[in-house]
């Protein structure tokens, strides 16, 4: 998949909402490293860095398109292309932050006890990922796949839902995590412009 910056930043104050939210629940001081994983543009990255002035920060992508584009934001930061998936710092960190990057890997059992395990044990790891697949704009896009001759061809393409009710993941961390604060948000976007959802969903 390749990545568009100019179009994922259309909306780029809608999307930051569920990130604010995620940072202004972190209580750590002064985190030595800082890791932010699925960076993309970086608009999350330069909260992080706004936040921690005096920490080391890391923007981790796989999209060299979104990391080129973050770079020119921020020059005190430091950036790296890496598959998240098969990712893990050469130490523990002190703050593994992820938003709306970890749905799109498979086997979330698995990716989030490797991530956790490396984090040091009074150290957090933040994560934000959308549970969408449910909504109107998600459901039209199956629902036009599967209603045409082109079913054939588009109904492999199809994604199942990548991430689970929050009690799956209260189930599987609990047993790893000394302390566990677990939420779900739902956003209602007020969306500007000619066919804005489809525009959001492009991003």
């Known amino acids: 998949m390749t990545w568009d910056p100019s179009q994922y930043l259309k909306f780029a104050d809608h999307r930051l909402r569920p990130a604010v939210d995620l940072l202004n629940r972190i209580d750590l001081d002064s985190p030595s490293v800082v890791y932010d994983l699925g960076a993309g543009t970086g608009n999350v990255t330069e909260l992080l860095a706004n936040r921690w002035p005096k920490s080391r920060i ?3 992508d796989t999209s060299e398109e979104m990391l ?3 770079a020119e934001r921020a020059s005190n930061i430091e950036w790296q292309v890496s598959d998240i998936g098969s990712w893990s710092p050469r130490e523990p960190a002190e703050l593994i ?3 709306a990057a970890l749905h799109w890997i498979p086997d979330h059992q698995e990716l989030l006890s490797r991530l956790l395990s490396s984090v040091t044990p009074t150290g957090v790891f933040a ?3 959308p549970r969408n697949f449910g909504a109107r704009s998600h459901i039209s896009i199956s629902e036009a796949a599967l209603s045409g001759p082109w079913r054939s061809k588009l109904e492999p ?5 990548p991430v689970e009710p929050p009690p799956f993941y209260i189930d599987i961390l609990s047993p790893i995590c000394s302390s566990l604060d677990v939420w779900e948000t739902e956003y209602q976007q007020v969306l500007k412009g000619e066919n804005p959802v489809k525009e959001w969903t492009k991003g």
Do not use: C, D, E, H
């Open 97 to 99: 932050f992820t938003n």
């Open 127 to 129: 994560i934000q990922m």
């Open 68 to 70: 080129r584009a973050a």
């Open 157 to 161: 393409l199809l994604r199942p839902a």
């Open 58 to 60: 890391m923007g981790v």
